[in-house]
């Protein structure tokens, strides 16, 4: 068993009023690395009281979706004998209604370009990759959010 944490901080600034809603969602999350990124939520859901250039809760788990299958891809691609040079992705991840008053990221689209080095898999190769990859990625195993690569 592995424990991860990461450490949270917000901070109410002054003339800002939390009961009607007029706040900044600006905060810092610092993982236990040392690595402190700054946070906020997306500007879709709070508009001008969002910090664009930061990084929103959804952004995070799309990019931990996208991360976690490059890496996990890098492993089974490497343990079936072929050589990984390169690997970027432009991941996608939608929010939609699931309920009333509910929402959820309900699916990430992967868009994975892969350099090789000596040995290219053919189409069915690399699909059964991804597939592999896919399960036994942790993050896709711990969300209910559909995964696909395209």
């Not at 690395?33 to 930061?54: D, L, M, N, Q, R």
Request: contains cysteine; hydrophobic residues 45%; charged residues 20%.
């Amino acid at each position: 068993m592995a424990t991860y944490t990461a450490d949270i901080e917000w901070t109410l600034k002054s003339g800002e009023d939390f009961l009607t809603g007029r706040y900044s969602r600006g905060h810092t999350i610092r993982f236990d690395g040392g690595t402190v990124v700054p946070a906020s939520a997306s500007p879709h859901i709070v508009g001008k009281w969002a910090v664009e250039t930061a990084v929103d809760p959804e952004e995070m788990l799309v990019a931990a979706l996208s991360n976690c299958h490059m890496l996990s891809f890098l492993h089974v691609a490497r343990l079936a004998g072929f050589t990984i040079v390169a690997y970027r992705d432009h991941a996608e991840g939608v929010m939609e209604d699931i309920a009333p008053g509910r929402q959820a990221v309900t699916k990430v689209v992967l868009h994975p370009h892969i350099e090789w080095s000596g040995l290219v898999p053919d189409k069915e190769t690399l699909r059964h990759l991804h597939h592999e990859a896919h399960d036994v990625c942790f993050i896709a195993n711990s969300v209910k959010t559909q995964v696909s690569v395209a």
